[in-house]
């Protein structure tokens, strides 16, 4: 019998952790597969592109939409973020496991279309003191930038009960801990 490959969605505020939170597990579970999603977003200072993201101009990426190669897309922060669809359908067809980061709205579309296979989970940061400290600690954004996405990830909790799960992702280990005994109760580990 065909195995079946799994998606599994973490989502959170920006600062959230999620990215940190991801490549622990990838560490720990090799066997985990990482989607490298698509953005029009200027590259940052130490990032390279096909490794942290797939930099493309907003025309590019515009032109990918329309030929249908994004499993799913938004526009946010004044910028285009997309999964590319070969990415998650080449492996979950091969059995794999896919661990996407991606917003509310990703997550949606994503349980629309492959409602049996996902899994989603919103990591909570401990407080909103601790979430402000972590983004003003990235030192990557000016404050406009840093009080957009704190707006933004408020209406981002109040979404946080549509998913499967809550962790909240006060120490790194133990919320990546949470999550792999998670995936291990459900047969996706």
């Known amino acids: 019998m ?13 600062g959230g952790g999620k990215t940190s939170l991801i490549h622990m597990l990838t560490r720990l579970y090799p066997e985990l597969r990482t989607v490298i999603t698509a953005t029009s977003r200027k590259m940052r200072d130490g990032e390279r592109n096909g490794v942290h ?4 101009t907003p025309e590019v990426f515009e032109e990918r939409i329309a030929r249908g190669e994004f499993l799913e897309h ?16 080449g492996p979950t067809r091969e059995g794999r496991t896919v661990i996407l980061n991606i917003d509310v709205q990703g997550m949606r579309r994503v349980k629309e279309l492959m409602p049996d296979q996902v899994l989603t989970i ?6 909103l003191q601790e979430w402000e400290r972590r983004l003003r600690g990235r030192g990557t954004d000016s404050e406009e930038v840093i009080q957009a996405r704190l707006k933004e990830g408020q209406r981002e909790l109040e979404f ?17 801990g949470e999550v792999s005994s998670l995936l291990k109760e459900k047969n996706i580990l």
């Open 2 to 14: 065909e195995k079946t490959g799994h998606v599994v969605v973490i989502s959170s505020v920006s």
């Open 53 to 56: 993201y797939f930099f493309l």
């Open 74 to 89: 938004a526009f946010v922060h004044g910028n285009h973020y997309g999964v590319p669809l070969d990415q998650v359908v």
């Open 122 to 127: 919103f990591l909570l940061p401990p407080d």
């Open 160 to 176: 946080s009960r549509e998913y499967d799960y809550r962790i909240v992702n006060d120490v790194l280990e133990r919320a990546a």
